[in-house]
């Protein structure tokens, strides 16, 4: 059993977690991600480690209601236990050796890019970033990533703070402006990341994504969370989920997201009418 030590709203829907796991938290890397199940009959869903503390024996982990299973999450509170809580699991992301980059992050991706954007600004890389929001309610981790970059540009989409429109906009004025950056890391919705990647690929600047499909045992033993990179097979849970954004393809990853839809719809629906019988 792994003990929720905070619980924390950063935005409607979005809540913060700091659970008690030493194991994990004793080998996290940036961009590795751990897969819970929050009671016995429950499914297991993976999440970003979004930070850690090896002395203190914790890790956060920050996420947004969006089905079950991160409703039944977000009803647990401080001093509550989850069931499971495995990891660290996929490839840390490579960090090291990088002089110039540009983190680019989109609605809850900002969560996982926030371990990135501390671990390149420690070793005393030069990180410009880019956050982009529906609306300004929706924006996280504001002032925790402000104190740690050069530059930071805010992007909400119907323009109630920072610049109206989308991450991507910034991304290209920068490049245009002649901005060089070894890398760009981009971590958002799929969409986002097949923009970023079209656009960097014209200026050729090199670009990681962290790619987020459904994930199943996250060990590398089913297949579920496979995309395919430059033709060939890979699989997230254990070669990534960091890829090449000019190579993974983005298409198919967006249908096989998709592939459950009814079945997470229909028991949604399902949980609400019991919720409402229960008065929950
Ligand atoms: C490596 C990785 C890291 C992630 N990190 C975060 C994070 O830090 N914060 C966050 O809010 N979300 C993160 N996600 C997405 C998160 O796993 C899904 O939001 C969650 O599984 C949804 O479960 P649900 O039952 O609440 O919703 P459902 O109703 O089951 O699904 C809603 C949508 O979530 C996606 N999804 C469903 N099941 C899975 C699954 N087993 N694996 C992956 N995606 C699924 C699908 O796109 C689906 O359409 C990450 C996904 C991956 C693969
Ligand atoms: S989740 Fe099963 S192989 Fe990746």
């Known amino acids: 059993m792994y003990r929720i030590l905070r619980k924390e709203r950063l935005a409607p829907g979005i809540w913060l977690m700091k659970v008690e796991a030493p194991f994990v938290a004793r080998r996290a890397m940036p961009g590795q991600f751990i897969i819970l199940r929050v009671k016995e009959e429950g499914e297991r869903i993976p999440l970003t480690i979004a930070d850690y503390d090896r002395q203190q024996g914790w890790v956060t ?7 079950l ?3 039944l999450l977000a009803k647990l509170n401080e001093g509550d236990n989850i069931l499971d809580f495995v990891g660290p699991l996929g490839r840390p992301s490579e960090l090291d050796g990088l002089k110039r980059v540009l983190c680019i992050g ?3 991706g900002v969560a996982p890019l926030y371990p990135q954007i501390k671990y390149l600004w420690e070793k005393g890389t030069s990180v410009d970033v880019i956050v982009g929001a529906r609306s300004k309610e929706y924006l996280i981790l504001e002032n925790e990533i402000r104190g740690i970059c050069d530059n930071l540009y805010i992007t909400t989409d119907d323009g109630s ?6 991450v991507s906009d910034v991304l290209k004025e920068l490049l245009e402006q002649g901005n060089k950056y070894d890398t760009v890391i981009a971590i958002g919705p799929l969409i986002m990341m097949k923009v970023v990647s079209g656009i960097t690929k014209q200026h050729d600047v090199p670009t990681i994504v962290s790619m987020n499909p459904i994930m199943v045992d996250g060990t590398g033993m089913c297949g579920g969370c496979r995309v395919t990179v430059g033709g060939e097979v890979r699989y997230a849970c254990v070669d990534g989920p960091d890829f090449d954004g000019h190579l993974v393809d983005f298409d198919e990853a967006m249908r096989r997201q998709r592939m459950y839809r009814e079945e997470e719809e229909h028991i949604c629906k399902l949980m609400e009418k019991l919720m409402e019988k229960e008065g929950l």
Not at 161 to 166: A, C, D, E, I, S
């Open 69 to 71: 299973t991160t409703r």
């Open 106 to 108: 989109g609605g809850v």
């Open 161 to 166: 703070y920072g610049r109206k429109g989308f």
């Open 61 to 67: 982990i920050i996420f947004q209601e969006v089905g």
